[in-house]
């Protein structure tokens, strides 16, 4: 039966981090994973680009039941690490905004990084197979795969991702086996997704699609600064995706359709230099033209805007900076980027990310409950993760027997 200092159960971002680092004192470490490549949703990220990290990453970009527990694999696995690596292999990359470092050509750059650091650690790749059963062993875990093969390993690391995007094969089988394992699993639900409305405010929405304009969206004592863009099933954009996180069911969302703009001095400058222009018409000097007009019959605007007293164009400004709505859900874990939740952190080790409960088992990347914003900082954290994992399974020295 071939035993392995480590088998690393998926091939995603933290997986083949984490082989690399495993590997890289000549311990024997598989990967296997389902899908017929690795790294699909590498390949897939940032429009093909590969959003791969932010120069900002840092814990307050995380969303977790304990915020402290990504600070250790942060601080010490950083994105500055991650971006020698990719220059050490010559990759071309440029920042976008708000620091997010995309590839210059394809994302197919950085999952053939990671397959040459795999390679040079000394790993294997197994696609196309999955564990069938796992049970664990006085010393170690017996897996049985999915071809009917059996091994055995000393160590195994659960980087089966979250249930984000089930066409590409994503299961919540991560999250079975730290159940089977005793870990406890926070509620999971859809990360960084679109926001759906009811008919009644869809009848109006449903035009606009396609529309995107510069919002500030919050919930709560939360919020962001960045696109919105207008679709025919609700709200999508950056601005939503991120606020999309901090959402629960029942809950309103705020839009500021003028950030970092006082509408009330621009609406009175205008009636001062163009009173006898239609109030409407100014809105759409101040937004896009269907997004105004639809604004301009919301709130009734009709006249010249000469005929607007300050107490009016307070009232038409306040409709622009808060504009309340309430989601009626989001599009799901189909076109979620994320999974929010996961493995409850309280049950790992923050520095190793092994499991305080069963030795030589370790949770990284997105099946554990740590969640980053839109921008690169899921990458991070699988970087981060899969690093602290994989030191720490070759500091143990273990080798299979050949």
């Given at each position: ?46 429009g ?23 600070k ?75 071809t ?68 500030r969206?919050s ?19 950056p ?30 400058d ?18 896009p ?47 979620a ?11 790992l ?54």
């Amino acid at each position: 039966m071939p035993h392995y200092a480590s088998v690393i159960l998926g091939a995603g971002a933290a997986g083949l981090m984490c082989a690399a680092h495993a590997a890289a004192r000549g311990g024997r470490v598989l990967v296997i994973d389902h899908a017929k490549a690795a790294g699909e949703k590498i390949r897939i990220s940032g429009g093909g680009r590969c959003n791969f990290t932010n120069l900002h990453a840092g814990p307050e970009n995380f969303i977790s039941a304990n915020p402290h527990f990504a600070k250790s694999a942060l601080a010490r696995y950083t994105q500055w690490d991650f971006i020698d690596l990719v220059a050490r292999h010559g990759i071309a990359y440029h920042e976008k905004t708000l620091g997010q470092l995309f590839c210059d050509t394809s994302a197919k750059d950085i999952v053939r990084m990671l397959l040459d650091e795999l390679t040079a650690a000394g790993a294997h790749l197994l696609l196309q197979t999955s564990a069938a059963q796992i049970d664990k062993r006085d010393s170690g875990f017996a897996v049985t795969l999915s071809t009917g093969a059996q091994i055995t390993c000393d160590t195994l690391v659960v980087a089966t991702g979250g249930k984000s995007i089930p066409k590409m094969g994503a299961t919540g089988f991560g999250y079975q086996l730290a159940a089977q394992f005793g870990h406890a699993v926070t509620e999971t639900r859809p990360g960084l997704v679109p926001l759906t409305f009811g008919a009644d405010v869809m009848d109006g929405l449903k035009p606009l699609a396609g529309v995107a304009t510069p919002a500030r969206v919050s919930c709560g004592m939360t919020r962001f600064d960045e696109a919105l863009l207008f679709t025919h099933r609700g709200l999508s954009g950056p601005a939503i995706l991120q606020i999309s996180s901090y959402w629960r069911e029942g809950q309103m969302i705020e839009v500021d359709l003028l950030p970092g703009q006082d509408g009330f001095a621009l609406l009175r400058d205008r009636r001062a230099t163009a009173g006898r222009k239609n109030a409407a018409t100014v809105l759409g000097e101040l937004l896009p033209a269907r997004l105004a007009a639809y604004l301009a019959e919301r709130i009734g605007l009709t006249g010249n805007l000469a005929d607007y007293s300050d107490e009016k164009l307070t009232q038409v400004a306040q409709a622009l900076h808060r504009w309340t709505l309430r989601p009626s859900g989001s599009e799901g874990y189909r076109t979620a980027e994320v999974t929010l939740g996961g493995v409850d952190t309280d049950t790992l080790n923050a520095r190793t990310m092994e499991s305080k409960s069963v030795p030589g088992l370790y949770f990284i990347g997105e099946v554990v409950d740590v969640t980053g914003w839109l921008g690169g900082y899921n990458f991070q954290w699988a970087w981060s993760s899969g690093w602290a994992a994989g030191t720490a399974i070759a500091a143990r020295g273990e080798r299979g027997p050949g």
